[in-house]
């Protein structure tokens, strides 16, 4: 299943948290997430592409 995510930003927040504490918990096998970003960078960038993203 792929989820698209909308709305990662360079300040951390309350839906960065959640969406990272999603993409954590999910099983890669099966899910995969990508982002679009309005930003040059966004937080946990260096997560996000360490894992594949």
């Known amino acids: 299943m792929n989820i698209l995510i909308e709305g990662m930003s360079r300040q951390l ?3 960065e ?7 954590r918990g999910l ?3 099966n ?3 990508d982002f679009i970003a309005y ?3 966004i937080v946990f960038e260096d ?4 894992g594949g993203i």
């Open 31 to 33: 899910y995969r997430m």
């Open 39 to 41: 930003d040059d960078e």
């Open 47 to 50: 997560e996000l592409k360490a």
């Open 17 to 23: 948290a959640f969406i990272m504490s999603v993409y």
């Open 13 to 15: 927040g309350g839906m």
């Open 27 to 29: 099983e890669r096998e």
